[in-house]
């Protein structure tokens, strides 16, 4: 296997980008199936949730410490997997990722084949409380060391020039792991098969991705592929090396992993971390909460439809944000703060006028609070993410995409998690109105601490202007 430092000499710059690009498709493709897979057993659960309550005897309480068991583990994982994505081989985490993933969804149903609840209520809790501990640790795999995996592969100019477009479109693959566990489940059930199926299925599909992803090649330098990441770091080598004092030498051990704080140090990536979170929050109160709250107002299938909308709204929502920050340059904070902006005014209407509007009105403008909700969530934990990691301090020096992308997710989730703790007791003493009001609070918060770097990409200093479309756009 070739290491970083294989000689330029023998193949030309095209060679390696010819290389290079003939292998894109394949690492999206694989990276892309990965976290599919991992929404695709992510969401199976929810759609068992009736099931498992009438058949298999699991509370109402215990199915809501899963969910608050996942969501701690989910997101304490991310911050821990992105930095084994960047110490390790990114590949093997995302593999041990799916096959935990696939395990843990088989113990489960193992439990429901013994009857464990119906053996011992105790004994059947604490088992799938603690399959569901473990659950959340292999989940938080596939977001930041997928990212760090495509960061590696599209890193050509031409791919740092569609990067928004590039990781809106890779980031579909949630909604459609999402999507297709709803088709599998109402597939299972349709054909009158036990409900544990819709468990299994994405159980020994994960497994089966975790095997193909165990030959996804992690990194263009593993196979010789010199790329300009690699350049860079060899230049800042060679520049080191003729600091050194006679007698002095330097080993090229390859780029290191990032140490948390260095990462944290890297400019913008704290305030977009709590940003994502203010962010992650709004998008969380209206993924779980619409259905609730148009439920005051319709029967239950028409508030679940008329909910779907924000949910289709918001695969789209990522492609429309990376594709016109890669238009303007790839100012990607300015276009996060336009969205957010027209958010605000979308939020502004809900508090007036919510629980009037016509269901026509309603879906319009469901559809479109999805798009602009969805678009900075995805590209921020994607393409931001793999701009930030491109800083001049880091480039070349240090693996950091997985460790910044964790970081973010992670600190977002937490985030997101604490605050939703405030919808109901506010919806309770003062109604849904309160509601709005608080999310417009997350929404302006979270794009004010963009503001920094809102301003230097409409106002960049006059040394800044030649380079700004460089590749290091952070």
Not at 74 to 100: E, H, M, Q, R
Not at 210 to 231: C, K, Y
Not at 259 to 285: C, D, E, H, W
Request: charged share 15%.
């Amino acid at each position: 296997m070739a290491s970083e430092t294989t000689s330029l000499v023998g193949k030309s710059e095209d060679e390696h980008l010819k290389r290079l690009k003939g292998y894109q498709w394949w690492a999206f493709f694989v990276t892309f199936g990965g976290y599919f897979m991992a929404h695709f057993s992510r969401k199976c659960y929810s759609t068992v949730k009736q099931q498992l309550q009438d058949e298999a005897g699991y509370s109402s309480l215990i199915l809501s410490a899963m969910d608050t068991t996942f969501m701690a583990t989910y997101a304490l994982g991310n911050i821990i997997s992105g930095k084994l994505g960047d110490t390790l081989n990114p590949t093997t985490v995302l593999a041990i990722g799916l096959f935990g993933s696939g395990a843990c969804l088989f113990l489960i149903n193992v439990s429901l084949w013994l009857d464990f609840v119906g053996f011992s209520e105790l004994l059947g809790n604490i088992f799938i409380l603690a399959v569901y501990f473990l659950f959340g640790f292999f989940q938080s795999t596939g977001g930041p060391v997928g990212t760090a995996v495509m960061g590696n592969w599209f890193c050509d100019k031409e791919s740092i020039k569609n990067r928004g477009l590039i990781f809106g479109l890779w980031t579909c693959h949630q909604y459609c792991g999402d999507i297709t566990a709803a088709l599998c489940t109402a597939w299972v059930l349709g054909i009158g098969l036990p409900y544990w199926w819709a468990l299994l299925i994405p159980s020994l599909t994960n497994v089966g991705w975790a095997f193909l992803t165990m030959r996804l090649i992690p990194d263009p330098a593993d196979v010789g592929i010199i790329t300009d990441e690699v350049r860079i770091r060899m230049a800042k080598l060679e520049a080191a090396r003729a600091n050194l004092k006679e007698g002095e030498t330097i080993e090229d051990e390859g780029p290191k992993p990032i140490s948390y704080a260095a990462a944290i140090r890297i400019p913008m990536v704290a305030q977009y971390a709590f940003a994502f979170g203010f962010f992650k929050l709004t998008n969380y109160v209206l993924f779980f909460w619409l259905p609730y709250f148009l439920g005051k107002n319709f029967d239950p299938v028409t508030a679940n439809l008329i909910a779907a909308c924000y949910s289709v709204g918001m695969m789209p929502g990522g492609i429309i944000v990376g594709y016109v920050s890669d238009l303007f340059g790839g100012r990607r904070a300015t276009v996060i703060g336009v969205f957010m902006t027209c958010l605000i005014v979308f939020l502004s209407v809900f508090a007036v006028s919510s629980e009037t509007l016509h269901p026509v009105a309603l879906l319009v403008m469901l559809c479109i609070m999805g798009i602009l909700v969805g678009g900075p969530n995805n590209i921020i934990t994607s393409a931001v993410a793999a701009d930030l990691a491109s800083h001049p301090s880091v480039r070349g020096s240090n693996k950091s995409l997985g460790t910044v992308t964790g970081l973010i997710n992670g600190t977002g989730a937490i985030t997101a998690s604490v605050g939703l703790l405030a919808v109901g007791p506010l919806q309770d003493a003062f109604g849904w109105g309160s509601v709005w009001i608080f999310l417009i609070f997350c929404t302006a918060v979270g794009t004010m601490l963009m503001a920094p770097k809102i301003y230097e990409e409409l106002f960049p200093k006059a040394e800044e202007k030649g380079t700004e479309m460089e590749s290091t756009n952070v």
